[in-house]
């Protein structure tokens, strides 16, 4: 398997602590993403969306547990029950606010993700395909915190 990155995310979030958790806690802040050259061409159209997934990759996460204690919560978790960044394939996903299209360059909004982050894909959100109502969200449901910020529990050493 060889995954390559198609470009490099570009925020104000040096690092972990202080990061929003998700898009949907990270209003007002806004970042770049420069596609490297040899992708551009597939932008194409992609101006057309409010929102797109960016598919990256946490360069900067601690190895890998199987059990964790994810922001927002103080029990410990199954890492696949959680968005924690220390994953055994360290793969993030954000759905993003389009703000523009500039040849190669991207501006979003309300963005969750560290500076120099490694995009690894775009893909458009699409509410036909990206959202399910659901009754049940195993642990979240019992929290209520909108605004929560990371801290540095997840950041490599």
Sequence with gaps: MHIKPIGVIRTPFRQAAGTPLQPSMAQGAE???EVFAE????????????RIWLI????RAAP????????????????????APSR?????MSAVKLLSV???????????ILDGTPLLDIKP?????DHYPVRRCGWLDRRSRRDALADDRFQEP
């Design 31 to 33: 970042g770049t993403v």
């Design 39 to 50: 992708y551009a061409a597939g932008l194409k159209d992609l101006e057309e969306f409010e």
């Design 56 to 59: 990256y990759w946490f360069h």
């Design 64 to 83: 890998a547990e199987l059990v964790v204690r994810p922001y927002m919560d103080s029990d410990l978790r199954g890492v696949f029950a959680t968005r």
């Design 88 to 92: 055994p394939n360290p793969i993030g």
């Design 102 to 112: 500039e040849g190669a360059l991207l501006r979003v909004a309300e963005i969750d």
């Design 125 to 129: 959100y699409a509410p036909l395909f």
